[in-house]
């Protein structure tokens, strides 16, 4: 591989060309890599971790100040909204007058207003509605379901470490899949796929390094050397992490390469009850990327156009992942899962 370079020795773009590209068909197989106890084993660990009954509900510029938001996490409705300071308000969707859906409600001046019979909610306790915990991490929403979660609460989630907001461009994709949490979970824990089922974003993946069975959370990082297709015999290697922080996330940081600090945070969050016939998961991704090239302040006044861009890759990418978590699913409701 050869990269791109300018007088003076400074890469002048984040490119390496190809001289000798492999064909799909004859790259090196992983199936004997991509142990099914090794991933098994990742998502013990992922879903052992507390989560403190935080759920992602969305990307927070999806939370506005004219109108309201619904939600639906485990079969509960939960309506989102911003009062007069711009704080994010979160409770049950359903009007404890009749019923009505508060998604389909008015916002004015940051009160709720129910359209069946004028009910007004400011986010505090009201004839019966309760506001649930929410937080606003400045790129996603979370919202707080003891009930459905379970656990031990904690004040905050588990928000992972990511670029500052200021130098970085934040982009979110959300899709929908008949599976588990879990089966997202294991798909992004199971990254030698990578090059086999993306070949269009993804060539030259190798694993360099896997946690042990019973590695402590500070160890608990599969290292991925790969290189992402530009265009033609062009891509960019890098070095990447992937770690699971709570039971329904798994991040993949940039650590060597161009965009070094990127982060990838996947988001796996159950729309159905645990006891549903065909249970439906949103996938929200955030996609956090920056550089230190000084061309990437010009990348961050363009940001609104690149947002579509970035969610559209990411799109490209889950029509493949979903469909596997969705087959993981099928075989795993059936008894015919093999791993």
């Known amino acids: 591989m050869r990269k791109l370079r300018q007088r003076g020795g400074r890469t002048r773009l984040p490119l390496t060309v190809r001289h000798a590209p492999v064909p799909w068909e004859d790259q090196e197989s992983t199936w004997r890599q991509a142990r099914p106890a090794a991933i098994a084993a990742g998502l ?52 404890p007058h009749l019923g009505a859906p508060l998604k389909d409600g008015a916002v004015r001046c940051g009160t709720l207003i129910c359209r069946w ?11 019966g509605w309760e506001p649930w915990p929410a937080h606003d991490d400045g790129v ?17 989630p588990v928000v992972p470490p990511r670029p500052l907001a200021g130098d970085a461009i934040a982009a979110v994709y959300t899709g929908v899949g008949a599976c588990e949490p879990q089966d997202v979970v294991a798909n992004r824990l199971d990254p030698w796929h ?44 890098v070095t990447a992490a992937f770690r699971a922080p709570d039971p329904r996330t798994v991040t993949m940081r940039i650590m060597q390469g161009e965009g070094a ?71 795993r409701s059936t008894g015919r899962f093999p791993g």
């Not at 639906?72 to 979160?90: K, Q, S």
């Not at 004028?118 to 009201?126: K, N, R, T, V, Y």
């Not at 969050?269 to 010009?298: I, K, N, Q, W």
């Open 44 to 95: 013990r660990r992922a879903t052992s971790r507390p989560s403190g009954n935080w759920y992602v509900v969305g990307a927070s510029r999806d939370v506005r100040t004219d109108r309201p938001t619904g939600r639906t996490v485990a079969g509960v409705e939960i309506v989102l909204w911003r009062d007069g300071h711009g704080e994010v308000c979160a409770g049950s969707g359903i009007c």
């Open 117 to 127: 019979h004028g009910l007004a909610l400011d986010g505090s306790p009201f004839a």
């Open 140 to 156: 996603l929403v979370w919202v707080r379901l003891d009930r459905v979660g379970g656990e031990e609460p904690t004040e905050l």
């Open 194 to 237: 990578g090059a086999w089922l993306h070949p269009y974003s993804f060539v030259d993946l190798q694993v360099v390094s896997t946690p042990a069975d019973d590695a402590p959370d500070a160890e608990d990082a599969l290292i991925v050397r790969v290189s992402f297709k530009v265009a033609g015999r062009a891509v960019v290697p």
């Open 261 to 331: 600090g990127s982060v990838v945070e996947t988001h796996a969050t159950p729309l159905t009850p645990t006891a549903a016939g065909l249970p439906r998961t949103a996938v929200v991704e955030a996609v956090m990327a920056t550089s230190d090239r000084p061309g990437f302040a010009v990348a961050r006044i363009l940001a609104p156009l690149l947002r579509p861009a970035m969610r559209s890759t990411a799109g490209r990418l889950w029509r493949d992942d979903l469909a596997y978590a969705e087959r993981r699913w099928r075989l």
